[in-house]
């Protein structure tokens, strides 16, 4: 049985349009390549980064994935970035320098094949790791991640993240690429307690399984659908609110008037709604103390770029785009 017939969002998804792929050579991106051919989608281009981390392993998945979709005969993308040094340059976790090189290089191959959307494998799995991650740092409830979301630069390009595998275990895709005898690479260091996703995927969601006698990943993605409803009512409430001026600036003494928890929810979507990544609790404290004019009137933003208080608004700095 093909998995993406029961996706909802291969359901509905166009065919015709051009889509990027996010494919790391992993069981989950493979599986979702697999999926996107057998489906039908033909206007396909495939998108790989080799991060430098792992020597001739790393090249080997390059090749891998290159082969791959040469094989469907599917434009390819292979990008190579030096993510050790961008991580003693800048100070940037492993996992943000990472992060960082695969969205600059998939908006350099959205700029190149004019396709603004790019699908990723995220699965389940996954889903249920950023949410307790999330959870742990403070960020806002069990925030995951969306189906649908938008990532822009400084620079006003956007570009659409689609996950249609959200809903989907991993061991439903190891299996299905097991039933059908089709090989994928495994990425060995993501056994290692190196990383704190690692150690949550390994260790946490394992043991909360046997204290709990519960599917803890089933427990986190309920959660975060639940979330992304809720969120969804709180974009009903900004709008309600009117606390935007006709510049798209946050008028400061309409914000003042609501509730604090208003105020905070306010302030979490303006900043989100501005691209400003890792909104989470102590961001939040310190953008309500720009409400009072007697605080300095700028905060620092994660990822560059400020919060700033004049004559009454409230607004994003952009910190010069490289």
């Excluded at 020597?55 to 040469?70: C, H, Q």
Aim: glycine residues 8%; charged residues 30%.
């Amino acid at each position: 049985m093909l998995p993406a017939k029961n996706i909802p969002w291969f359901a509905t998804a166009s065919r015709e349009e051009r889509w990027l792929v996010g494919v790391s050579g992993g069981a989950d991106s493979v599986a979702l390549l697999h999926f996107l051919v057998e489906a039908g989608f033909e206007n396909l281009v495939v998108c790989h980064l080799d991060h430098g981390l792992r020597g001739s392993a790393s090249a080997g998945d390059a090749d891998f994935v290159g082969n791959l979709a040469a094989g469907y005969g599917i434009p390819c993308e292979i990008g190579r970035a030096d993510v050790a040094s961008r991580i003693k340059e800048r100070s940037e976790s492993l996992e943000t320098a990472a992060r960082n090189e695969r969205h600059a290089f998939f908006f350099r191959c959205a700029e190149k094949h004019d396709c603004p959307r790019i699908l990723l494998a995220h699965h389940a799995d996954d889903q249920a790791e950023t949410v307790l991650w999330n959870l742990l740092r403070g960020s806002h409830g069990l925030k995951g991640m969306r189906e649908r979301s938008m990532m822009a630069t400084k620079k006003g390009t956007s570009l659409e993240i689609v996950r249609p595998l959200l809903g989907v275990r991993r061991a439903e895709l190891v299996g299905w690429l097991t039933s059908r005898e089709l090989p994928w690479r495994e990425d060995a260091s993501n056994a290692e307690p190196i990383a704190i996703r690692n150690r949550l995927r390994n260790e946490v969601l394992p043991l909360l399984d046997e204290i709990t006698g519960r599917d803890s990943i089933q427990a986190f993605a309920r959660g975060a659908a639940d979330t992304e409803e809720r969120a969804a009512l709180e974009d009903w409430a900004f709008v309600q609110a009117d606390v935007l001026d006709p510049q798209g600036r946050l008028h400061v003494p309409a914000l003042r008037k609501l509730p604090v928890s208003l105020q905070r929810l306010a302030l979490r979507k303006f900043l989100i709604d501005d691209g400003v990544t890792a909104v989470d609790r102590e961001l939040l404290e310190s953008a309500l103390g720009l409400l009072d004019v007697g605080n300095a009137p700028v905060i620092n933003l994660p990822g560059g770029g400020r919060l700033r208080r004049k004559e009454g608004r409230l607004w994003v700095e952009k910190m010069h785009e490289e």
